[in-house]
């Protein structure tokens, strides 16, 4: 079995074997090399120690020297080189006491978490699979190396890295593992909010994100997002559902694309269905509200999981204006329709409209999709007409008006949403001369 190693990494193979050293490539960028995926970074292994990697090679960076890693430089390109170690005892749940370098390969191998990521491999040796990897890629399965509870009980992040794989890979989650993830859940409080925030965005921007679900079914949002469970124990019984609330969220991220946003505005974009949920004296449901109550409770969560706040802005805005359908017929009403959602989340906004009715009653879905597509339509021909959509697209200024005769001040801000109004209704008056006529004195 042959793997191509990039040039630099195979030369920075090349130079610690020459020195005397074993070095292979190792990890992440082996398993996607067999499975004919490009690998994001070609990280090495060697029995060196890290002060023998810096003597060998002109430019490094100490990266985590403590731990055995060294990254060498060559161009711009930075490869990590990490000396075999055994793990010393685990404290936190997530790093060890200490690290003891060993001249075993196996040793190191066997300290990894899954057996499709405990492969080595360079040209000299061959591939390196002693826990079974390869027949794991064959089968399609993620399985601990060695005792899935000792892997867990090591480095809790593990227990979401499993399903984040199975969601990546399209994996499924060997049954001794999958049990052990279930079992040691509740170990994940011990995780910051920004490591469990990563693998989360990972597992969502997959190519398939239902693989969510596992998430509910062995307990890990109970742990790290209990809003999910509320809406999996939420029905919908509504002629425009066929589901609970979070089987409906699962299969509208199944029709979203995988952008970070859209996947997490999907994720919440129902979030607040349990809070708001009545139900009628004819056993309807009934979620008045929800939009907004999820755009609380979404601003909420992601906060919790240390977002940036240009995502949360984001994502809560679509959330609050994702059930949006007051829009009239023609240009008018979808010009109408972006002032009022906004020119910078539209797109989105639409995108997300058609995924959540996709997941909706397919009895009821042909007039909604048709209504949407006739929206987009027109959208598209407002753009190629360059139509004001927005306050920066209005053909005059506060600094104009002020010129015209205007004071600064609150008034100046309601007189320049006045004159968009009215070139929202007539596209034509959006010149300088024209605004300035109708301004009020």
């Not at 090591?154 to 079992?183: C, G, W």
């Not at 329709?337 to 959540?356: M, P, Q, S, T, W």
């Not at 005769?405 to 959006?430: C, D, M, T």
């Amino acid at each position: 079995m042959e793997i191509k190693i990039p040039e630099k990494a195979r030369q920075i193979i090349a130079r610690l074997q020459e020195a005397g050293w074993e070095a292979y490539i190792v990890g992440g960028c082996v398993r996607d090399a067999l499975l004919g995926r490009t690998a994001a970074d070609w990280d090495i292994t060697t029995n060196a120690e890290p002060w023998q990697v810096k003597k060998l090679f002109s430019r490094t960076i100490d990266t985590g020297i403590q731990h055995g890693t060294v990254t060498v430089l060559s161009g711009r390109e930075g490869f990590e080189v990490t000396t075999y170690r055994v793990d010393g005892e685990y404290q936190d749940g997530r790093h060890p006491r200490e690290v003891r370098f060993t001249p075993s390969l196996l040793e190191d191998l066997r300290r990894r978490d899954f057996t499709i990521n405990a492969m080595a491999y360079n040209e000299k040796c061959g591939l390196v699979d002693a826990f079974g990897g390869i027949e794991d890629l064959r089968q399609g399965r993620i399985r601990c190396v060695g005792d899935p509870r000792e892997r867990f009980t090591e480095d809790a992040l593990r227990i979401l890295r499993a399903v984040r794989f199975s969601a990546q890979l399209y994996f499924s989650i060997e049954e001794e593992t999958r049990k052990a993830v279930a079992e040691f859940a509740g170990s994940l409080t011990r995780i910051s909010a920004e490591r469990i925030q990563a693998e989360l965005v990972k597992l969502l921007v997959s190519e398939h994100p239902e693989v969510f679900r596992t998430l509910y079914e062995t307990g890990i949002t109970r742990v790290i997002l209990p809003e999910f469970d509320d809406c999996m124990d939420t029905p919908q019984n509504h002629p425009h559902h066929c589901c609970s609330v979070g089987e409906h969220i699962l299969l509208t991220l199944e029709a979203v694309e995988a952008d970070k946003v859209l996947r997490l505005a999907a994720l919440f974009h129902d979030i607040g269905k349990p809070k708001v949920h009545t139900c009628d004296e004819l056993g309807v449901d009934h979620f008045y509200g929800h939009g907004e109550a999820g755009a609380e409770l979404a601003g909420g969560i992601l906060r919790r999981l240390k977002f940036d706040n240009d995502t949360i802005y984001r994502v809560k805005h679509l959330v609050k204006v994702h059930d949006y359908m007051q829009i009239g017929p023609g240009k008018k009403g979808v010009r109408r329709a972006v002032v009022r959602i906004g020119k910078d989340h539209f797109e989105d906004y639409l995108k997300l409209r058609r995924a959540d009715i996709l997941a909706q009653n397919p009895a009821m879905q042909q007039e909604k999709l048709e209504a949407l597509k006739s929206i987009e339509k027109i959208y598209q021909e407002i753009l190629k007409e360059q139509d004001c959509l927005s306050l920066k697209d209005l053909a005059v200024t506060g600094r104009d008006l002020i010129e015209a005769g205007l004071k600064p001040g609150p008034k100046l801000g309601e007189e320049l949403n006045r004159l968009l109004e009215l070139v929202i209704e007539y596209p034509e008056y959006n010149t300088k001369e024209e605004l300035l006529s109708r301004i009020s004195r």
